[in-house]
């Protein structure tokens, strides 16, 4: 069971939202799939779950194109939309009863079912309330429950733990994990935590191209990819030290503090030493930040101003 998306392509007028990409995920991979708002991630998901049409280019499923068998390929695939559509008025088990029906489940075997989401994604305590009285947080498990509800063998999940707090977040990450066995897992988040604690390989995708494909480990061990993290006595302006000789770009990481990714083999610590002596503004930590998913998504992402 594979998910083999092949030269597609978005337009909406001029603009593209998607540009001729492809890629394939086999089953039991779960791949995060990464970009920033815009890059065409939701755009993705939507033609591969056939919520969407695109312009040119192919989805398959289980070798179906998503095209031309939109109900074949519905019935072998969950999916979890960025904005959870729930009905607010049903309850819990009311609401999770109607999407098995949707799905040719019926009788004892749907009963069983909703009985076995409930307790999977940790609804027990809140299956007989509406689901306009759930937290942010209890509404991602019933989305993600009736993702699940018809076992499909294909699991399209968009931002999947937005809303969730450190206890939660946890479950649904050793949740994904146990129920991608035997599935094919296309999620997208932007949490990098949650990506290097469930995920081995990485597709990274920037206005509408793929710019990077390929394992969690290979893709943070490549590249020059370490940030100096500076911390200065006093707030300085992100300006003026993205200014400074051998900076390729910046970031704020505390009032005081600021991530400095340098140009591939520059050494920027004696233009930071020149330029706090300068501005009369003490240093207070000085170090080289390991390699992190973060970092490699800062440089892959990056806006280089065209």
């Avoid at 009963?111 to 991602?140: F, P």
Wanted: some cysteine.
């Amino acid at each position: 069971m594979s998910l083999v998306v092949n030269e597609l392509t978005k337009v909406y007028g001029a603009q593209y939202a998607l540009n001729a990409i492809s890629f394939t995920v086999n089953e039991g991979e779960i791949v995060a799939f990464l970009g920033p708002n815009g890059a065409g991630k939701s755009t993705t998901m939507k033609i591969t779950t056939g919520f969407l049409a695109a312009t040119s280019g192919t989805v398959l499923v289980n070798g179906m194109d998503v095209a031309n068998r939109p109900m074949d390929v519905k019935r072998i695939t969950g999916y979890l939309p960025e904005h959870n559509p729930l009905y607010p008025d049903m309850y819990v088990h009311e609401y999770l009863a109607f999407t098995g029906g949707l799905y040719g489940l019926s009788g004892k075997k749907l009963k069983t079912r909703v009985g076995e989401m409930v307790d999977m994604c940790g609804l027990s305590a809140e299956q007989n309330k509406k689901i306009e009285a759930l937290s942010k947080g209890y509404r991602q498990r019933v989305g993600l429950a009736q993702a699940l509800l018809h076992n499909p063998k294909v699991l399209i999940l968009d931002e999947p733990t937005s809303g969730l707090d450190p206890n939660q977040l946890a479950e649904i990450r050793k949740l994904i994990k146990e129920v991608s066995k035997d599935k094919t897992v296309l999620f997208s988040t932007h949490i990098m935590q949650e990506v290097q604690a469930i995920c081995d390989r990485v597709i990274v995708i920037n206005k509408g191209t793929i710019v990077a494909d390929a394992r969690l480990a290979e893709l943070v061990g490549k590249g020059e990819s370490r940030m100096l993290i500076v911390e200065f006595e006093k707030p300085v302006a992100l300006t003026e030290v993205e200014k400074l000789p051998g900076v390729m770009h910046a970031r704020p990481m505390g009032e005081t503090v600021i991530g400095i990714m340098p140009v591939p083999g520059a050494d920027v610590r004696p233009a930071v030493f020149k330029f706090s002596a300068e501005q009369g503004n003490s240093l207070v930590g000085l170090r080289w930040d390991e390699n992190s998913l973060e970092n490699v998504f800062a440089e892959l992402t990056r806006d280089n101003g065209h």
